[in-house]
């Protein structure tokens, strides 16, 4: 009942449209971008309850207080402690590789602001516990969430960085000043 409402609310009042073309295994990253607005959240979760999926996501530490940590980590919030130099990469790869199913969102650019230097976590957690990347698109200008390309990790992460990058040339954020894939 909850996933027939969250389709409805996603795809007929809201309008959006979704272009999936990837099989998703039991283990992945889930790459999402442009990220430039809060509302990049709201479309993630209805999406995630429209399509009946789990995924976890990485989020900063601020927003885990009172009710709302409470809330966010019951839908799979993880918190993420910026100022602390964690081995947050290795201990969530490791427990990628332990786990029969993981899936964890994260935001490359790892802000809502401009950022042409891309967080690469995201990167060194799939390539450590060998499973791949969805790349998923937002695009505000034609609402469509798509997923139509995949990666592994070769360990070139230069070359795999620009191939990530390459896949969003296309896509416009909510707010599409705060958006590059940088040179």
């Known amino acids: 009942m909850l996933q027939f409402f969250f389709r409805y609310l996603l795809y007929k009042r809201g309008g959006w449209t979704k272009k999936v073309t990837i099989e998703h295994p039991k283990k992945y990253i889930l790459c999402l971008a442009p990220h430039t607005s809060n509302f990049d959240f709201i479309i993630g979760q209805m999406y995630m309850r429209a399509e009946g999926l789990h995924i976890n996501f990485l989020m900063k530490k601020e927003w885990f207080w009172g009710p709302l940590g409470i809330f966010f980590k019951k ?87 620009q191939e990530i990058k390459n896949y969003y040339k296309n896509f416009k954020g909510k707010y599409p000043e705060k958006f590059t894939i940088g040179n």
């Open 75 to 161: 839908i799979g919030g993880i918190p993420v402690f910026r100022s602390k130099h964690t081995k947050m990469t290795d201990q969530l790869a490791h427990i990628a590789q332990q786990a029969d199913c993981f899936r964890l969102c994260i935001t490359p650019e790892g802000t809502r602001s401009l950022n042409p230097d891309w967080k690469k976590g995201f990167y060194y957690i799939a390539l450590n516990a060998k499973i791949p990347i969805l790349l998923y698109g937002l695009d505000y200008d034609r609402k469509l969430i798509e997923c139509t390309k995949c990666i592994w990790p070769s360990g070139d992460i230069d070359k795999d960085m």
